[in-house]
Antibody, heavy 120, light 110 residues
Framework: QLHLQESGPGLMKPSETLSLACTVS??????????WAWIRQPPGKGLEWIGS???????FHRPSLKSRLTLSVDTSKNQFSLHLSSVTATDTAVYYC????????????WGPGTMVTVSS | QSVLTQPPSASGTPGQRVTIACSGY????????GYWYQQLPGTAPKLLIY???QRPSGVPDRFSGSKSGTSASLAITGLRSEDEADYYC???????????FGGGTKLTVL
């Protein structure tokens, strides 16, 4: 059974770069045609798709974040990562990683999420 | 402002039928499938409906979905207290080239 687990800093200061990793267990990140995704949820608010990445490195992003966002994959660690530069308080959120049900569907497997707080 | 529009709240009494609507555009629900998620407090979203009207295994048949034109709908029959949660609709958007979510609907079981 596939499991996803996010890991990250928890607390950070404005202008820093947020780095999160999603470790995939129970299956290989490179044995499929999926675009693995990042989704976030600010406190008390709705869900927001951030971006998705294929194990080949091909990716696509939310337009409003594109200038600050980098997605990457490390197949040797069976991980994919998110890097978001110049964070502000508006980037405070629970960050989830997720896998789509099929390459053409939305997400059926989610990690438990990790809270990231940006505060001075 | 979410690309897909949902009512912020809905409510019903146990045993009732409740529907939650999701309004979109040609570039998303008008062309692509709709999905529904249930999110209980403090937990990750759970897939309830995929490809407009399909239920993953394990999801009770009290939950059903439909799509017409640029709108999707989630219906819950035989409402139970454990259905109290936030519900989100999702679709792919061809113009934005990304996944778009509704703002979420908080369902209260009275």
């Amino acid at each position: 059974q596939l499991h996803l687990q996010e890991s990250g800093p928890g607390l950070m200061k404005p202008s820093e770069t947020l780095s999160l990793a999603c470790t995939v267990s129970g299956g290989s990140i490179s044995n499929s045609d999926y675009y693995w995704a990042w989704i976030r949820q600010p406190p008390g608010k709705g869900l927001e798709w951030i971006g998705s990445i294929h194990y080949s490195g091909s990716s696509f992003h939310r337009p409003s974040l594109k200038s600050r966002l980098t997605l990457s994959v490390d197949t040797s660690k069976n991980q994919f990562s998110l890097h978001l530069s110049s964070v502000t308080a508006t980037d405070t959120a629970v960050y989830y990683c997720a896998r789509p049900m099929t390459p053409n569907d939305a997400f059926d497997i989610w990690g438990p999420g990790t809270m990231v707080t940006v505060s001075s | 402002q979410s690309v897909l529009t949902q009512p912020p709240s809905a409510s019903g009494t146990p045993g009732q039928r409740v529907t939650i609507a999701c309004s979109g555009y040609n570039s998303n629900l008008g062309t692509n499938d709709g999905y529904w998620y249930q999110q209980l407090p403090g937990t990750a979203p759970k897939l309830l409906i995929y490809r407009n009207d399909q239920r993953p295994s394990g999801v009770p048949d009290r939950f059903s979905g439909s799509k017409s034109g640029t709108s999707a709908s989630l219906a819950i029959t035989g409402l139970r207290s454990e259905d109290e949660a936030d519900y989100y609709c999702v679709s792919w958007d061809d113009s934005l080239r990304g996944w778009v979510f509704g703002g979420g609907t908080k369902l209260t079981v009275l």
